[in-house]
């Protein structure tokens, strides 16, 4: 089953269209949530889950899901799939603060939801009426583009009929203290992924298709089996973050490289779901293709990439 992405949702201070990520504006404020959706469903809910509102109305209403009226779909054949490392963090160090500093009876009965590690899955679809599947990645370096992944899978296994992917990280204080002062993107990003078939019945356009999809054991090798399996050589590369280790230069030589996190800080969980988006926005562009889509380091540990290429040449 082909699988294709029909919507695309950017939420970012320097992008807020697929486009963009690939040649971002050059200053922007930080992401005001009340000023996209509105205000009202926002209260007491965490700034991961707030961007996650954005990113997913975005998302929706360019695939032609959502209107003002509502959901144009029935909810059940939606999935929904987030990834987020580092989503609620700043609500579970508070509270652990408030537990130590006093008792467990003394914390915020409204930031009980939000010490969850799945709420921004579950808040989006209980905001949009999203009733498919729902499933939240909190895997680290390869977690948005096992958000990807997954929610093709749902598809191609007919447990829905089309997917919300998100991904999501905030900058806060307890990040930068988890993270070693390193700033995230504090944005989000969304894709709608749907079964060909489905895109083709609702009329909607659908400018980039999910090839193959590898995991394992050391970035070189993940490029090799893409490589194997997609035929040829990519015509742009999603690196990925290089906090722990530089990319080697020995890898794919030649192939034109593009570092998201350079530009727009740790995407860490969000970073997958960005690169996919940020290809269909190479695409828009007139690129033409195959687009890799990486994450993970050329050590042993976890690596995982996605193929990607423009509708046309599916």
Not at 115 to 138: D, E, H, K, Q, Y
Not at 142 to 150: E, K, M, N, P
Not at 258 to 271: I, K, P, R, Y
Request: glycine fraction near 12%; hydrophobic fraction near 45%; charge should be negative.
């Amino acid at each position: 089953m082909t699988v294709v992405v029909s919507g695309v949702g950017v939420v970012l201070p320097r992008a807020r269209t697929a486009p963009e990520l690939m040649a971002p504006v050059a200053e922007a404020p930080p992401v005001e949530p009340k000023d996209l959706v509105g205000r009202k469903g926002l209260r007491y809910k965490d700034r991961a889950t707030q961007l996650a509102y954005c990113a997913a109305d975005a998302a929706l209403r360019h695939a032609g899901l959502l209107d003002d009226g509502g959901l144009r779909v029935p909810g059940g054949s939606v999935a929904v799939v987030a990834s987020s490392n580092y989503g609620n963090l700043d609500t579970i160090c508070r509270a652990i603060d408030t537990i130590a500093e006093q008792t467990a009876a003394a914390g915020s009965a409204m930031d009980l939801p939000n010490a969850s590690s799945n709420v921004i899955a579950s808040s989006v679809a209980i905001r949009f009426g999203l009733r498919g599947p729902n499933l939240m990645l909190c895997n680290g370096a390869t977690s948005g583009l096992d958000a990807v992944h997954w929610a093709a899978t749902l598809i191609r296994g007919g447990r829905a009929s089309r997917a919300l992917v998100l991904g999501v990280e905030p900058d806060n204080e307890s990040v930068r203290a988890f993270t070693g002062g390193a700033r995230t993107i504090d944005g989000a990003a969304a894709l709608v992924v749907e079964s060909e078939e489905s895109a083709a019945e609702r009329g909607a356009s659908a400018p980039a298709v999910l090839g193959t999809y590898v995991r394992g054991a050391g970035l070189g090798r993940t490029l090799e089996r893409l490589a194997r399996t997609t035929g040829d050589r990519p015509a742009l590369w999603h690196l990925p973050e290089q906090r722990s280790a530089a990319v080697p230069d020995t890898l794919l030589e030649g192939v034109d490289r593009h570092d998201l996190a350079e530009v727009f800080g740790l995407g860490s969980g969000a970073l997958g779901v960005l690169q996919c988006a940020a290809a269909v926005g190479w695409f828009a562009q007139g690129g033409a293709g195959p687009v890799y889509a990486t994450a993970g380091t050329d050590a042993d540990d976890a690596s995982a990439g996605i193929a990607l290429h423009g509708r046309a040449a599916a």
